[in-house]
């Protein structure tokens, strides 16, 4: 039995993985300060003895002693990282110091939830690990990626400087149960407006795409990198590569709810990435064998169910 921290725990990646790895006979301390996160995504977790909530902000320190952490923590939709930029760059990298610092004292392995994101508006197509990535340092979403960019430099500085044993992750657009209707990201956008009827929101012309992961494939593909061989820190790109515009995306929604919902197109976010597509080699390479396994019509049905439930018990 490992004991296991996961920040962010009580968000929508963070509660499958603080499920996952109790189910698998470990010790898991969910740490979250509960802005995008919730305690509802986790309450059925909380009769399990080996399983502990805390209360906590990973800008400030935290002291605890556990074999593994997951560094989970960081609003990961636009319109909540934008809400408060500073305070999202703040969790990116005084999380990352606060996190290392505590890997570093109690000697545990540290991985990093990064994202597809460092890449920008990648002017390569589709993103290997090895693409340094297109991005505005002085954008609306660069407290997000730039906040990104320099966690992961803390985790290789780290790794470098003071032996500690890191992974990172590079995690493309993942949706799933728990994810927060209201937290604006396309998927959960689409499916409850096509669930409730209202217009569909499509921004610019719908042509720019994106790649879909369910997070049931996330969530292997993490564990398998936290136990990958110790030589290997990554970065790794974890996504599936299926690609989609977000018509496609909203047709798709349209047929598998049976919706009345009509498109309405909106003017496209400043720095909205055009296209983004992992290249996933390496993890299969270094990940015995991974790859995503559900595809997005099969995601997208469970996802449905999981919003209609929520939608008929919160009306
Ligand atoms: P989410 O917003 O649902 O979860 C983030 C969690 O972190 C929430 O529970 C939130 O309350 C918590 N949190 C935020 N700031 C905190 C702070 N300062 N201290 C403690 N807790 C804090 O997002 P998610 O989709 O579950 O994303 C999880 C991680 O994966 C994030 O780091 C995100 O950047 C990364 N990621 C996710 C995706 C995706 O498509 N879901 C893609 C790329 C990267
Ligand atoms: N998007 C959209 N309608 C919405 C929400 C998002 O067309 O209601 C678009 C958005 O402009 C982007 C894509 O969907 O091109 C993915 O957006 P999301 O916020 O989910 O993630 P990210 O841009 O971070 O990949």
Not at 22 to 39: A, H, P, Q, R
Not at 250 to 267: C, D, F, G, M, R
Request: net charge negative; with cysteine; hydrophobic share 35%.
């Amino acid at each position: 039995m490992k004991r296991i921290l996961i920040t962010g725990g009580a968000g929508f990646v963070g509660s499958h993985l603080c499920e996952r790895l109790l189910k698998e006979g470990n010790e898991v301390i969910c740490l979250d300060n509960y802005f995008t996160g919730s305690k509802k995504n986790i309450e059925h977790l909380m009769d399990n003895h080996y399983f502990e909530l805390v209360r906590h902000d990973v800008i400030n320190p935290y002291m605890i002693e556990v074999d593994e952490i997951y560094n989970m923590a960081c609003p990961a939709s636009p319109v909540h990282y934008q809400y408060n930029p500073i305070k999202t760059i703040k969790t990116s990298v005084m999380g990352a110091i606060n996190m290392l610092g505590l890997a570093k004292r109690v000697k545990a392995k540290i991985l990093q939830a990064s994202t597809s994101e460092v890449y920008g508006d990648p002017a390569v197509h589709p993103q290997p690990e090895t693409y340094w990535g297109n991005v505005n340092p002085i954008g609306l979403r660069s407290c997000y990626d730039e906040g990104k960019r320099c966690a992961e430099t803390l985790f290789m500085d780290y790794h470098i400087q003071n032996d500690v044993k890191i992974k990172i992750i590079r995690i493309f657009n993942t949706y799933g149960p728990n994810m927060n209707p209201g937290d604006g990201r396309v998927v959960s956008n689409f499916i409850v407006q096509a669930l409730k009827g209202e217009d569909i929101t499509i921004f610019g012309d719908g042509t720019q795409t994106r790649s879909f992961q369910y997070v049931d494939d996330l969530v292997e593909g993490t564990i398998r990198m936290m136990n990958s061989r110790d030589g290997f820190v990554g970065p790794v790109n974890i996504g599936n590569p299926s690609e989609f515009t977000m018509l496609e995306l909203a047709n798709k929604v349209i047929e598998l709810t049976n919706s009345k919902s009509k498109l309405v197109y909106l003017p496209l976010p400043q720095d909205d990435p055009l296209q983004r597509k992992p290249v996933i080699d390496l993890a299969k390479k270094e990940l015995n064998g991974w790859e995503p396994k559900v595809q997005l019509e099969e995601g997208l049905t469970t996802t449905i169910g999981y919003f209609d439930r929520l939608l008929r018990t919160t009306d």
